[in-house]
């Protein structure tokens, strides 16, 4: 069944959105953004698009049976909540909202409404990760009392200088950027376990000043000299969990940290076992207590590009939801979860110590 969506936010990621809603057979119907030009530019290359500068015109067309916000983060509550108010389903990048309180209010704007709400957690989609949840879901490991992500960047600042790197607008830096994707995989592959404590260290080493900053590639970019970079580059995280789990969190958008070495996934280490993969990688590699004295494989997947395995998969799952009627993937409940964890590692960072999760 094929349905037209909007788009709300024409940048590189609502461009991506809109590529792949194509691709699983949905075709996009309007494109709003502050930015006509950009708006047009998007609309322009699907037939029958229409661009737009405000999200009531989008919002008011019947044809737009759901819509996709992919704008910068301080706008996500807002747009979430028009979109929720009328009568829309929604597909919401990540972050959810700035703060768990902002997500309560989207949380009860969808319970008014009864509104299909799905969150951009697209590394849920990897095949990677589905293969160690299926792994996870038969028991192979048993309890898991470990997990560890990782996502190291030597050069990967995005706009810098812009919308990513000013806290007003962004909420963070890295840690709301990559880290709540490590957090939302590792929270759905051990059943969203209850997080307790936290504690985390948040640098800023590379952004500032901005001139200085050495890079070949940057996505939205390029730099503004003249912009603010008031966030976090790197972030180390420790996490606590009722049923005596703990969680590791290494991320940073740059770092001189060889490229060879850097060890970029999830480890979880359980009580028969354990596994390791890379979220964009091809292989799976698990230790279990079945050899003497124990087992390892190395599971190869079937071979293909997984960032577009997963962000196809995310579409499905969309797609699914809204014709169907099914439960979100990647709930709003979810969401608000992830905030909050994030939200405590932001205040664990501001006062030196660990801090309760509440």
Known sequence: MSFRIGIVGAGGIGSLHAETAIKVGLEVGAVCDVDADRARALAARYPGAVATTSIAELLKRSEIAAVVVATPNVHHKKMALAVIGAGKDLLLEKPMALSAVECDDIIGAIRE???????????????????????????????????????YRQ??????????TTRALSGGGVLMDLGVHLLDLVLWLTDFPTATRASSICSSTF?????RYRFSKMWAGPPNPDGVFDVEDAVTALVRFSGNMTMEL??????????RWARNGVLLLGEKGGCYFDVWGNQLFVTTEQGDPLDDQEQ???TCDPWSVAWEEQYRRF????????????????????QRLVDALYRSAEEDREVEVV
């Open 113 to 151: 409404t009864g509104a299909l709400v799905q969150l951009g957690f697209v590394s849920r989609c990897a095949p990677a990760s589905i293969a160690a949840r299926e792994l996870v879901t038969e028991g192979r490991f048993g309890r898991i009392y470990h997990a560890k992500a990782s996502q």
């Open 155 to 164: 050069r990967g600042i995005p706009g810098l200088g812009r919308w990513c």
């Open 207 to 211: 952004g500032s000043p901005i001139p």
């Open 250 to 259: 290494n991320a940073t958008w740059a770092a001189d940290i060889p490229a």
């Open 300 to 302: 190869t997947l079937p």
């Open 319 to 338: 797609l699914g939801m809204v014709t169907e009627r099914s439960e979100p993937h990647a709930t709003a409940v979810q969401g608000r979860t992830v």
